[in-house]
């Protein structure tokens, strides 16, 4: 799969996120989790060893993977559509959290003990989703705003107001597209 060279990954917790996010690849077609084998491949390279998967599983991560897709379009900006809302609400409600608290006083979600298949990965990811938030992150974790793109990337700019993968690519396009569109609608500062 690509990664946009000029953003750095997701720091800490969000790193899975993005990791389960980027598992499709919009523009060139191809998705890894299409079987029972991939998502086990993608769940042993992102720190879950030993769990076991269904037929069903694999649909409810992919449900729940592009759900979680329009939550990080929200961050860039978009409405997120209601269908996403209730399945990432019936996702999350089935893989619970547990807050636990260490010997300095530090908060931090988990999984609760004894969870399998999809509850368990997406209750790793909704822990990571968690800890970013009150660490005050989650927000920059962000869904390209090309429409055939929608990779997801983290906005480390100052102002965290980006809104594509690449401004070289996805950037310049859809100010390319702008750009003609005014040209051709003979909107003043458009002059041919």
Not at 87 to 98: E, G, I, K, Q, Y
Not at 128 to 143: D, V
Request: hydrophobic share 40%.
């Amino acid at each position: 799969m690509r990664q946009p060279g000029d953003r750095a990954p997701a720091p800490g917790p969000l790193a899975l996120v993005q990791n389960l996010l980027n598992t499709v690849d919009m523009g060139a077609g191809r998705d890894r989790l299409r079987t029972i084998a991939e998502l086990t491949a993608f769940a042993a390279a992102n720190g879950a060893t030993g769990l076991s998967f269904t037929d069903s599983d694999v649909s409810e991560t992919r449900r729940f993977r592009e759900a979680l897709r329009d939550a990080c379009r929200g961050h860039a900006g978009s409405e997120v559509p209601a269908t996403s809302v209730a399945a990432l609400r019936h996702a999350l409600a089935t893989s619970p959290l547990l807050l636990t608290i260490d010997g300095t006083g530090a908060t931090r979600a988990v999984p609760v003990a004894g969870l399998g298949g999809s509850a368990a990965l997406i209750a790793d990811v909704a822990a990571g989703i968690l800890n970013a938030a009150t660490a005050g992150t989650w927000p920059r974790l962000k869904a390209c705003a090309a429409h055939r793109c929608q990779w997801v990337y983290y906005d480390h700019s100052p102002a965290g107001r980006s809104r594509w993968c690449t401004m070289s690519l996805c950037g310049s396009r859809a100010k390319m597209r702008a750009y003609r569109a005014g040209r051709s609608a003979g909107r003043p500062g458009f002059a041919p």
